[in-house]
């Protein structure tokens, strides 16, 4: 690991934010490989997840303001347990610490974590007592507004935004299920103790996608395409399973078909950016560790130098987020869903006596009566309660009687569910590059090199003139502008030997190197140098573009192109 990170720095992947200052644990800065690394990594993400699922995409604000997040239950329920010496006063997260310097699982309860602390006599590393046990809220507040302002917190995540907007999104998608919303961007969580690089942020980015569905209905349309697809699944017995997708649902591993269908997906676009298969698992949420909103969750976890890590979160969140925020705001965030052919039924329905509710409530008879007749009747009772003019009011059943009728119903209206893949960009980025980190011998020295695939490669063509002086550099430079002008995100390097420059650009990933040498003025060649088998072969210069291309895009090996050059 510490060699990767060393690279990566070095390199320009990653470096420390507020490095000059001392620089502060959870926060990174992404340097300009690294951060052309992510972006490609997002524009894929969309191919598959917006694109394809033909979802929607929003920006929402990162600051919320409070009752957002206490009707979505982070402002009591977001929480870890942390211990702090009172000694040196440092703060850990309890069931970190308790796991590294105990090698044991905790429950993360004050409970737990204080009967651990009482058997082991555990101590903090500065050899010190902790004091008790306590849980802390890891999002950031804020204040909004000058003066006292109002309160506000940093999002945890960027779904809120998409909830919070769910009035408007059912009517851009024409009142009609299932559909998708999509949001890229950054969300905030004030870890206790972060030590794991880019493992553990403050600040990260997510990408999520709220995909809303009937309650009844959690199947996807397009299942098929993943159903045999074969994935390792551990479940929350820890029993591990080699199956395809549609055997895990008939099975009952995987809940429903829409979680198997996302499952599916996500596999083959971390494959697809580079992730190893055989370092590829999901695994599904103990009953004690699902998040406050969820029903089941299922994690995509890659093997890396820090262990198993969880990179992706597919969850199903039930109607929990709607129907929080439909009670907390008052709003309906209901859809009304239509029944194939309309059906009739027999019901109960309050029929109001105006000859008694009139003398009896006079100017507000009418409204009572109104009251009375949309009251939900499942039964005989006695009385009704009604709201009039925010009074609430008793009414008996002297003034209505109960008569069975018989109605045409035509539809409902459902509260919809959601299921969420949620994918952490941040270590999804680390991981690809630890997963394409290699080592070789090339002409008897060894070689560290990037084997990114070439479509998340951060520089896709290198262009060297094989000699520091005109017109190998006049013709170099004219190459770079015409593969620049084709939208080839193309570098440029005349210093040091070939042979340095071809390393260079091997260690940080670069699929092609193309080298202006001598022939290049006899008959308008170059060559085309590949990363990973270090094979060359001569193209014509006015070909480059359309041959770049078609590599780039492609896993074709470059003898396909051109005369290989020894």
């Known amino acids: 690991m510490s060699e990767i990170m060393e690279m990566l720095i070095r390199r320009g992947f990653l470096w420390q934010s507020f490095e000059i200052y001392g620089g502060m644990a959870g926060f990174i800065d992404y340097a300009p490989l690294g951060n ?10 969309r191919e598959y997840f917006v694109i394809d ?8 604000p990162t600051i919320g303001i409070e009752e957002v997040f206490i009707a979505s239950g982070h402002a009591s329920s977001f929480t870890d347990v942390a211990i702090e010496c009172s000694e040196c006063g440092r703060v850990y997260r309890a069931d970190h610490y308790v796991k590294e310097k105990l090698g044991i699982e905790v429950e993360e309860t004050v409970e737990a ?73 950054r969300a905030y969580r ?100 699902r998040a406050h909103y969820a029903t089941d969750c299922w994690d995509a976890e890659v093997e890396t130098s820090y262990g198993w890590v969880e990179v992706v979160g597919i969850a199903d969140r039930t109607d929990y987020d709607l129907r929080k925020h439909s009670i907390h705001s008052g709003e309906d965030l ?40 949309a009251a939900e009747i499942d039964s005989e009772v006695d009385e009704i309660e009604v709201e009039i003019d925010g009074e609430k009011i008793r009414v008996g059943s002297e003034f209505f009687e109960i008569q069975e009728v018989e109605e045409e119903i035509s539809g409902e209206k459902i509260i919809p569910h959601v299921i969420e893949p949620s994918f952490g960009l941040d270590r999804i980025s680390y991981a690809v590059l630890e997963h394409a980190f290699d080592k070789d011998v090339v002409d008897g020295e060894e070689r560290r090199v990037l084997r990114l695939r070439r479509k998340v490669s951060p520089i896709e063509v290198a262009v060297l003139p094989l000699l520091s002086r005109s017109p190998f550099e006049s ?3 004219e190459i770079v502008n015409m593969l620049r002008k084709n939208g080839i995100f193309t570098d440029y390097d005349d210093s040091g030997s070939i042979g340095r420059r071809y390393r260079r650009y091997d260690e ?27 094979r060359q072969v001569r193209v014509k210069v006015d070909d480059l573009p359309a041959v770049l291309k078609e590599l780039l895009n492609s896993e074709k090996d470059v003898t396909e192109f051109g005369e290989v050059f020894r």
């Open 36 to 45: 052309n690394l992510r972006r490609k990594i997002e524009r894929i993400w």
């Open 53 to 60: 699922e033909r979802a929607a995409e929003i920006d929402t």
């Open 113 to 185: 974590v204080k009967e651990v602390m009482e058997v082991y006599d555990l101590r903090c590393e500065c050899g010190g007592a902790f004091r008790e046990p306590a849980p802390m809220n890891l999002m950031f507040s804020t204040k909004i507004g000058p003066g006292k302002g109002k309160k506000g917190y940093l999002r945890p995540e960027t779904a809120q935004g998409i909830f919070i907007d769910f009035k408007r999104l059912v009517g851009y998608f024409r009142d009609k299920l299932p559909f998708g919303v999509a949001q890229i961007g």
């Open 190 to 289: 004030n870890e206790i103790s972060p030590r794991q690089g880019v493992i553990r942020l403050r600040e990260f980015n997510q990408a999520e996608l709220e995909f809303f569905v009937h309650p009844a209905r959690k199947e996807h349309p397009n299942f098929e395409t993943f159903a045999e697809d074969v994935v390792k699944l551990v479940d929350k017995f820890d029993n591990l399973h080699e199956v395809s997708l549609k055997d895990a649902v008939d099975r009952g591993i995987i809940a429903n078909q829409i979680l198997a269908y996302f499952i599916g997906k996500t596999r083959r676009f971390l494959l697809e950016i580079g992730i190893r298969d055989e370092k590829l698992r999901f695994r599904q949420h103990k009953d004690d560790e």
């Open 334 to 373: 209901t859809v009304f869903v239509p029944y194939p052919e309309p059906i009739r039924v027999k019901k109960k329905k309050a029929v109001p006596l105006m000859n008694r509710i009139g003398p009896a409530f006079k100017e507000k008879a009418k409204k009572v009566a109104e009251a009375i007749s």
């Open 475 to 477: 013709k170099a430079q």
């Open 508 to 534: 940080i990933g670069t699929p092609f190197c193309v080298t202006v040498d001598h022939q290049t003025f006899d008959d308008g060649t170059v060559t085309i140098r590949d990363r990973d088998t270090t």
